[in-house]
């Protein structure tokens, strides 16, 4: 099936597009959603497929045939992070909408790596009833298109044992924009500092859960890099071709 779909689907749509860059259009994600793609990991009672990790890289490995991209957007809905501390009823309000594609996230751990979430140094201060997170981040992939962003923030001040005092903070967003107060560039750069009506989804233990959230973007590029696009395959066999020995 995922692999009709990309023949059918997506391949058209990125020989079109990848060779000027362009983004995947509205109408293949719709496409996407429609065929179960953000929600494989979901389980049924919430609106996904209900599989796990293998068949999650199988289908992510046939998308990567015809655009890695592709296989890297399905990753923005299958993890949201924080799902494991999500009380019933907010697992039903917010998973079925991730399934039908209607809310991509991207996870920010501003201001260091992922794999280094206890080295964070990005704050997030409790003012009246809102928390004001400032911190900067750089390359963060996916953060106009996304529906929200969850970010990881320290919220205790030098706390002894550095893998505690951080929580998570779910901000949703329009699509295609930044959060408000968030300043940033498109390739450049995106810089936390922004007042907000939080919604705080995990507290203390968002060091612990932050690299195995990432788990479903792993496999998505670990299955994808078995592929390239043909036209920058092709192109490379012919300045090989070219080059004098």
């Not at 000027?20 to 994600?29: A, E, H, Y």
């Not at 068949?55 to 046939?62: D, G, K, P, V």
Request: aromatic residues 8%.
């Amino acid at each position: 099936m995922a692999r009709e779909f990309t023949l059918r689907e997506v391949l058209p749509v990125a020989n079109e597009l990848d060779p000027k860059q362009g983004d995947i259009p509205v109408s293949l994600r719709e496409k996407m959603a429609e065929a179960g793609y953000f929600g494989i990991l979901i389980p049924e009672e919430y609106g996904g497929s209900g599989l796990g990790q293998f068949e999650y890289c199988i289908i992510a490995e046939e998308l990567a045939r015809g655009w890695m991209s592709v296989a890297s957007l399905i990753a923005r809905g299958n993890s949201m992070p924080g799902t494991y501390k999500m009380s019933e009823e907010k697992k039903r309000e917010l998973l079925p909408r991730v399934a039908r594609g209607q809310l991509l996230g991207r996870l920010q751990c501003p201001n260091g790596h992922r794999l280094d979430v206890a080295g964070i140094k990005c704050r997030a201060v409790l003012e009246g009833d809102e928390w004001v997170i400032t911190g900067p981040k750089y390359w963060c992939t996916f953060a106009d298109g996304a529906d929200y962003l969850l970010v990881i923030a320290r919220t205790e001040p030098d706390p002894a044992l550095r893998h505690k005092g951080l929580s998570a903070f779910m901000v949703e967003k329009p699509r295609g924009e930044l959060p408000n107060g968030v300043n940033g560039s498109r390739s450049r750069r995106s810089a936390i500092s922004a007042g907000r009506r939080g919604s705080s989804i995990s507290t203390s233990a968002a060091c612990r859960r932050a690299p195995w959230s990432a788990s479903a973007e792993r496999a998505s590029m670990s299955s994808a890099s078995g592929w390239s696009r043909p036209a920058p395959y092709g192109g490379a066999l012919d300045w090989l071709g070219g080059r004098r020995t």
